[in-house]
């Protein structure tokens, strides 16, 4: 995480800027954070020790920086969620680890156009990752790793053959943190900053599973599920905390890879089960692939996750498996999800009727509106006449006639609908 000040030098100033948030321990793990036994493999516990508050001294002068790590997901969190400050420079991270894969994977996005991608694993008795800047490799070696600090250092090179280290950092915990003192994500991560396009059109495939729903499933399953963003630029990832009404729970954490032009998904459930699938959107249909693994299944079981679309307030989701090698698949959840309808205000009230305007007023009877819409009645048809902000609760209607009887209405709007409007009538002096 650094900002070099040379222009000739800002294409390797992204990769060191992202480079210096990224943290893999060789052997470090905390053993209060879950691990196989919950579905885990014990290398998906490999990152916890860069859980906490961190104070950055970056090397050669260039300065101090804070980085702040959290855990999402139930058993000791799928991933690890940064959120990088230095100055007026942000940057955001998601980090997990694939058993398909057998290694960790991180993706960072920053305010300075900075979308880069890496992914390594153990190499004797260091840490080191890497990933490309165009044709220009990177490698990350940490070292030095307590409870306390760490060291780390990045190197550049034109061929994977000759490297240069071009950047240092040193990470000491800061106001006694540790890594069993950091659960949960908080809402640091979720800023709006604008992106100028860096974020590709297909990693805003996955936005129509947002929000808050309500979940029906087959059996006996009837709970809800959250669906949110984390990070710049609109979200860097989706998270999803599913959970019923008789306390099962599901934490999944959903990425899209522009270098594989990939979505990847993994999740963990409170019964040990462990999914991680890759895919994408195929015919209109989120289809995607991969691996389940957990007590009770059969070694090299796979699994397909599929998302239908009967309409924007509607979702199917099916998780079939296979342990033929996709010979044949059987269902083994199907689960239902209705979006609710935004609730329409109440209470709308004329506070004031003057010659030529009518102050308007209401009670807001829901926290899901990105909108409210101020409408007039003429006939039979509706016209909106101003948009409000959410959570709004007072507008003046303005440009009236004098002794005139007026119908307004007043109504609240996500991205996928309006509910009904509560209407008033009132006539101007």
Same mark, same amino acid.
């Not at 793990?29 to 990152?47: I, M, T």
């Not at 495939?205 to 947002?210: A, G, I, K, R, T």
């Not at 083994?332 to 709308?348: F, K, M, V």
């Given at each position: !995480? ?16 992202? &480079? ?18 919950? =579905? ?10 860069? @859980? ?5 001294? %970056? =090397? ?17 969190? #799928? ?27 991180? %993706?960072?996005?920053?305010?300075? +156009? ?14 080191? /990752? ?5 044709? *220009? ?18 190197? !550049? ?25 950091? *659960? ?15 974020? $590709? ?8 599973? @947002?929000?808050?729903?309500?979940? #029906? ?19 860097? &990832? /989706? %998270? ?5 009404? +008789?306390?099962?729970? @599901? ?29 994408? %959107?195929?015919? =209109? ?59 329409? $205000? ?71 609908? &309006? ?11």
């Amino acid at each position: !995480m650094i900002v070099l000040r040379l222009n000739l030098l800002r294409a390797f100033a992204a990769v060191a800027i992202a &480079c210096a948030g990224l943290a893999f321990p060789a052997t470090a793990q905390n053993p209060n954070r879950g691990g196989a036994e919950s =579905g885990l493999p014990a290398e998906a516990r490999e990152f916890d020790f860069w @859980l906490g508050q961190w104070d950055l001294v %970056l =090397g050669g002068g260039q300065g101090l920086a804070t980085n702040d790590i959290s855990s999402f997901g139930i058993d000791g969190g #799928i991933a690890l969620l940064e959120d990088y400050r230095q100055g007026p420079y942000l940057g955001t991270s998601v980090s997990y680890y694939s058993p398909r894969e057998g290694r960790w994977r991180q %993706l960072w996005l920053d305010n300075m +156009d900075g979308l880069l991608e890496f992914a390594g694993g153990t190499q004797g008795n260091k840490f080191v /990752i890497s990933g490309n800047l165009g044709t *220009t490799k990177t490698r990350l070696v940490y070292s030095n790793i307590t409870n306390r600090s760490l060291d780390q250092s990045a190197d !550049m090179s034109p061929d994977g053959l000759n490297w240069q280290v071009s950047f240092s950092a040193r990470y000491t915990r800061r106001d006694g943190t540790s890594p069993a003192d950091v *659960t949960g994500y908080g809402s640091s991560g979720k800023r709006s900053v604008p992106m100028n396009g860096i974020l $590709p059109p297909a990693a805003r495939q996955f936005d129509f599973w @947002l929000g808050d729903w309500s979940v #029906i499933g087959d059996g006996a399953f009837s709970g809800g599920d959250t669906i949110t963003t984390y990070g710049l630029g609109g979200g860097i &990832c /989706i %998270l999803q905390s599913l959970e019923s009404n +008789d306390g099962y729970q @599901l934490s999944g954490v959903a990425t899209y890879h522009p270098q594989d032009r990939i979505w990847n998904f993994v999740s963990i459930d409170s019964d040990g089960q462990h999914i991680d699938l890759t895919g994408g %959107l195929r015919s =209109g249909r989120m289809t995607l692939e991969g691996i389940l693994t957990g007590a009770g299944e059969a070694p090299g079981t796979q699994a397909r996750m599929t998302f239908d679309r009967p309409s924007d307030r509607e979702i199917t989701q099916t998780l079939e498996v296979s342990t033929d090698g996709g010979q044949t698949w059987n269902v083994r959840r199907t689960l239902n999800y209705a979006r609710g309808s935004i609730a329409a $205000p109440e209470n709308l009230r004329v506070v004031k009727a003057k010659k030529k305007k009518v102050v308007l007023e209401w009670d807001d009877a829901t926290t899901s509106e990105t909108r409210f819409e101020l409408l007039q009645r003429t006939g039979d048809e509706w016209t909106v006449i101003e948009t409000l902000e959410p959570d709004s609760t007072t507008t003046t209607a303005k440009g009236l006639s004098r002794r005139t009887e007026y119908r307004f209405g007043i109504r609240g709007c996500d991205g996928f609908g &309006c509910s009904e409007p509560a209407e008033v009538t009132v006539t101007t002096r």
